[in-house]
C-alpha cells in the first residue's frame, strides 16, 4: 500500500543542478518506516544503475563513484521525503531517475554494497516510484 513519488527532473544544460524528491505515502503491514531509500537511474540503452542510497534512522549515505562530490542524498523524516541534490550535471547523468525503499537490513545492505562495488544486487528494493527525468543537455 505504501507509494512512492518522484519529482524535480527536468532538462538544463551541463555544469547546473538540480534536486530530485521523493516522497512516501500510504502504509506498510506494520506502519513503520523504511529502514532504507535509495535512487537509481536508468539510460536509454543501458543497464539500471545505483546513484546513492540513505539509512533512514541514521543519515548514513552512500554513493556510486561516477557522482561522488557531485551528489547528495538526503532526507527530511517528518515529511517522509528523500532528496537528491546533483550538481555540476554531465551529460552522461541524463536517465530516468527512480526512487525506492525497502524495510529490511539485510536487503539494504546488500544493495549498499552492491552500489559501492559496481556489482548488481541480488534483490531488488521493494517499492519503486514511477520515475522523473533528468536530461542534460553539452
Known amino acids: 500500500q505504501v507509494q512512492l513519488r518522484e519529482s524535480g527532473g527536468g532538462s538544463v544544460q551541463a555544469g547546473r543542478s538540480l534536486r530530485l524528491s521523493c516522497v512516501a505515502s500510504?502504509?506498510?503491514?506494520?506502519?513503520?518506516?523504511?529502514?532504507?531509500m535509495a535512487w537509481f537511474r536508468e539510460a536509454p540503452g543501458k543497464e539500471r544503475e545505483g546513484v546513492a542510497m540513505?539509512?533512514?534512522?541514521?543519515?548514513?549515505?552512500y554513493y556510486t563513484d561516477s557522482v561522488k562530490g557531485r551528489f547528495t542524498i538526503s532526507q527530511d523524516n517528518a515529511k517522509k521525503t528523500v532528496y537528491l541534490q546533483m550538481n555540476s550535471l554531465k551529460p552522461e547523468d541524463t536517465a530516468m531517475y527512480y526512487c525506492?525503499?525497502?524495510?529490511?537490513?539485510?536487503?539494504?545492505?546488500?544493495?549498499?554494497?552492491?552500489?559501492?562495488?559496481?556489482?548488481?544486487?541480488?534483490?531488488?528494493?521493494?517499492?519503486w516510484g514511477q520515475g522523473t527525468l533528468v536530461t542534460v543537455s553539452s
Open positions: 525506492a525503499a525497502d524495510w529490511s537490513p539485510v536487503v539494504c545492505e546488500t544493495n549498499i554494497e552492491a552500489l559501492e562495488t559496481k556489482r548488481a544486487a541480488t534483490t531488488d528494493l521493494e517499492v
Open positions: 500510504g502504509y506498510t503491514y506494520e506502519n513503520r518506516d523504511s529502514h532504507c
Open positions: 540513505i539509512y533512514t534512522g541514521g543519515d548514513k549515505a
